[in-house]
């Protein structure tokens, strides 16, 4: 049974990560556009009966495509790279807010 169903760029890698242990339950894929990526919140379990149990928003990680993607625990921070692969990038789940760049070589 689909329990949801999103539409992606072009995600070759099934890319995709889901963090369960935080409150609400999140979910992150990429957007429709190359380099975005989607934050899915799903608060139904903890406010039924609000009347908005889930929202989602996009912001955009990189200019390329990605090629990875994933979630801490608790869902507040994503960390992605795109297929150039110089860059990894670590954001607030929440808000898309930059946190952290890493970065290889010199």
Do not use: W
Request: hydrophobic share 40%; charged share 15%.
């Amino acid at each position: 049974k689909i329990l949801a169903q999103f539409p992606t760029a072009s995600n070759p890698r099934g890319l995709g990560s889901l963090a369960e242990a935080g409150s609400p339950v999140r979910l992150v894929c990429p957007g429709q556009t190359q380099g975005a990526v989607r934050v899915q919140v799903d608060n139904s379990a903890t406010a039924p009966g609000t009347g908005r149990a889930t929202h989602s928003h996009v912001f955009l990680a990189h200019e390329r495509p990605l090629a990875a993607l994933a979630l801490n625990s608790t869902g507040s921070m994503v960390a992605t790279a795109s297929e150039y692969g110089s860059v990894v990038k670590v954001f607030a789940s929440v808000s898309g807010e930059l946190l952290f760049e890493l970065r290889r070589g010199t």
